[in-house]
């Protein structure tokens, strides 16, 4: 599966931004998906997932409730909409794709789309 993620840029807190993640390669509705992130000096960590048919999503205390994750499946997309930005969401978002999980070491990932957040 090969993954492409867009969507970031410079936004003012409080804003809000949509990042998308189109895969190709492989039937995308076999795939769950998830969003990562990683900060300047920080590791890299969960944000969001969401499963196959999009019944079940899943997100990372430091995001609920303002930030969610969608998917097409028609378009091979995968969505995060992130409202109420805090500086401290300013980090590389990564699209990551696996058959079962993305909690553990997801089969693939895209390159990263700079988010970045002013105070």
């Known amino acids: 599966v090969q993954l492409q993620a867009s969507g970031g840029g410079l936004v003012q807190a409080g804003g809000s931004l949509r990042l998308s993640c189109l895969a190709s390669?492989?039937?995308?509705?076999?795939?769950?998906m998830g969003w990562f992130r990683q900060a300047p000096g920080k590791e890299r960590e969960f944000v969001a997932s969401i499963t196959w048919a999009g019944r079940s999503t899943s997100y990372a205390n430091s995001v609920k409730g303002r930030f969610t994750i969608s998917r097409d499946n028609a378009k091979n997309t995968v969505y995060l909409q992130m409202n109420s930005l805090k500086p401290e969401d300013t980090a590389n978002y990564y699209c990551?794709?696996?058959?079962?999980?993305?909690?553990?070491?997801?089969?693939?990932w895209g390159q990263g789309t700079l988010v970045t957040v002013s105070s």
């Open positions: 390669g492989r039937t995308f509705s076999d795939y769950v």
């Open positions: 990551a794709a696996d058959r079962t999980t993305v909690a553990r070491h997801p089969d693939y």
